[in-house]
Nanobody, 124 residues
Framework: QVQLVESGGGLVQPGGSLRLSCVASGYIFAITSMGWYRQAPGKERELVATENRPGGSKNYADSVKGRFTISGDTSKNTVYLQMDSLTHKNTAVYYC?????????????????WGQGTQVTVSS
């Protein structure tokens, strides 16, 4: 069973930076997408950044373009989110997501995995 564990969240002052990490453990045949999502209190979960297949195209929410960077290290099955110039609006629980192709015998299935979330609080 694949498990994702996020780390790197915490309390940071406005204008500061944080780097989130997400390590995937367990069997993964092929990663098809990596992403970070967030959910603020009273709001729906929203996309922050995604990368289609390691080294593929990247997509960012308009509100984080130029400040956040998603990257991955496939050798470590790890996804990162570098967050700079943080503001109060970035306060949320951040969730890591990995889309993967899993091979079971001769069958390949597309599966989706989520981390448990890490809290990011931007406050002075």
């Amino acid at each position: 069973q694949v498990q994702l564990v996020e780390s790197g969240g915490g309390l940071v002052q406005p204008g500061g930076s944080l780097r989130l990490s997400c390590v995937a453990s367990g069997y993964i045949f092929a990663i098809t997408s990596m992403g970070w999502y967030r959910q603020a209190p009273g709001k729906e979960r929203e996309l922050v950044a995604t990368e289609n297949r390691p080294g593929g195209s990247k997509n960012y929410a308009d509100s984080v373009k130029g400040r956040f960077t998603i990257s991955g290290d496939t050798s470590k099955n790890t996804v990162y989110l570098q967050m700079d110039s943080l503001t109060h609006k970035n306060t949320a629980v951040y969730y890591c997501h990995i889309g993967a192709e899993q091979k079971y015998g001769n069958t390949i299935k597309t599966e989706s995995f989520w981390g448990q979330g890490t809290q990011v609080t931007v406050s002075s």
